[in-house]
């Protein structure tokens, strides 16, 4: 499994290799049942569903609020708890969005290898290979990331002996006895894990289909830039290359219209949450936190970046990939071919012109300028909470 991060030892490999991460991920927790899934599988995915989608994102939200007026928790508690929260709020949606639409992106498999069946160079199949192997590095990435976090969350609590998150659980007192303290420390080290594991799935599949789909992208301009130059090809092999060039671009296109409406609402939820989540991490860091818990909130702030951040760059670098395509179909030697090569390539040429930009629920543009002005945003939000006089106040 390792070699599809490292990328040693693949030769050859498929665009759809790009997604095994991802779709064993999704086997893990419980939302893309194997073909031959049994009782227990079922139970599996109903308990940890339920406590990860339902239950975690209510019981997280109220009981941080309910022990912070009770005076359970210090301030410093709650807002490392209200951080984490804010992000469940969009988990449901983003868990419902992709689980409604695996079907969906399983179907797109079959057209990404006619796509792959058409390149025999050996430097177009490196670019696959490295689209394969870059896909499932993404996923990995994500993981390690998120698991850095949770491994600097829960360690400090745990030689305090204290309860990682002490989530509330409703007619549950973790101080009753040492058998509840245990429990307590069970369920909050599950309910984090699998959280986060959810978490890695939903915010990287978007940066693997984009990047794989910018490939393809890629390899069709290389492809269209070497029109008419082989001299060994008649000018109706030329055209039926050019012909076939025109569709795999319709395919292109194809795959974007199945995909953008999935990562448009996830994205979108990320997007209205991540910067209330950011300001509330500054401000436990800045004003708050102790050394450890600072530590800890770097690096949740750095994931709440990084939920958003690779499939905004991506989506940017397909918008460039696209643009590249129109100059290709110019560049290409269609002066030396015939009139019916012309009349396709003008064809061809009127719908390239447009230029491909992915968009958050028909309201905001997926790319960096986008991530940036929302990152400034919350860096706004929290210099209006600075002058209001909290950071004295503590």
Request: charged share 15%.
């Given at each position: ?37 049994g009782p227990l599988y079922y139970m ?120 990682p998150l002490s989530v509330w659980i ?71 290359e050019l012909v076939d060039c025109v ?148």
């Open positions: 499994m390792f070699e599809l991060i490292t990328g040693r030892g693949i030769r050859n490999a498929a665009s759809k290799d790009a997604f095994i991460y991802f779709f064993k991920g999704c086997t893990i927790v419980g939302i893309s049942p194997p073909k031959y899934a599996w995915s109903f308990l940890v569903n339920t406590i990860c989608i339902v239950i975690g994102p209510i019981t997280a939200t109220v009981g941080f609020v309910i022990k912070y007026m009770q005076n359970i928790i210090t301030t410093v508690q709650f807002l490392s708890g209200l951080q984490a929260s804010l992000n469940l709020i969009g988990l449901p949606v983003k868990c419902l969005t992709v689980t409604s639409a695996l079907n969906r992106l399983r179907g797109m498999e079959p057209t990404l290898a006619a796509l792959d069946a058409r390149y025999t160079r050996p430097e177009d199949m490196a670019l696959i290979r490295k689209a394969a192997v870059m896909g499932n590095r993404l996923v990995f990435f994500f993981g390690m990331s998120y698991l850095m976090y949770m491994l600097f969350t829960v360690i400090p609590p745990l030689i305090n002996g204290k309860a409703p007619f549950y007192d973790e101080h009753q006895s040492t058998m509840h303290f245990f429990g307590q420390i069970v369920y909050d080290l599950f309910l984090m894990g699998f959280v986060l594991f959810h978490q890695v799935l939903y915010d990287s599949y978007g940066s693997v289909y984009i990047y794989v789909i910018s490939t393809h992208l890629q390899l069709l301009v290389r492809r269209v830039g070497r029109l008419g130059t082989d001299a060994t090809k008649s000018k109706d092999d030329n055209l039926n569709v795999t671009h319709q395919q292109i296109l194809e795959l974007l219209a199945t995909i953008e409406p999935i990562i448009s609402k996830t994205i979108f939820t990320q997007f209205l949450i991540i910067s209330s989540i950011l300001c509330v991490t500054m401000v436990n860091m800045f004003f708050f936190a102790d050394r450890s818990t600072q530590i800890a909130s770097t690096l949740y702030f750095l994931c709440v970046l990084l939920q958003t951040s690779p499939c905004c760059y991506f989506a940017t670098e397909l918008k460039a990939d696209s643009e590249k395509l129109p100059l290709a179909i110019f560049h290409c030697n269609w002066p030396e071919q015939d009139r019916r090569f012309r009349k396709v390539i003008l064809y061809f040429m009127h719908h390239a012109q447009l230029s491909i930009e992915l968009m958050a629920m028909q309201l905001f543009p997926i790319n960096v300028a986008t991530n940036i002005s929302l990152a400034k945003f919350s860096f706004t939000l929290f210099t209006f909470i600075k002058e209001m006089g909290i950071g004295q106040e503590a």
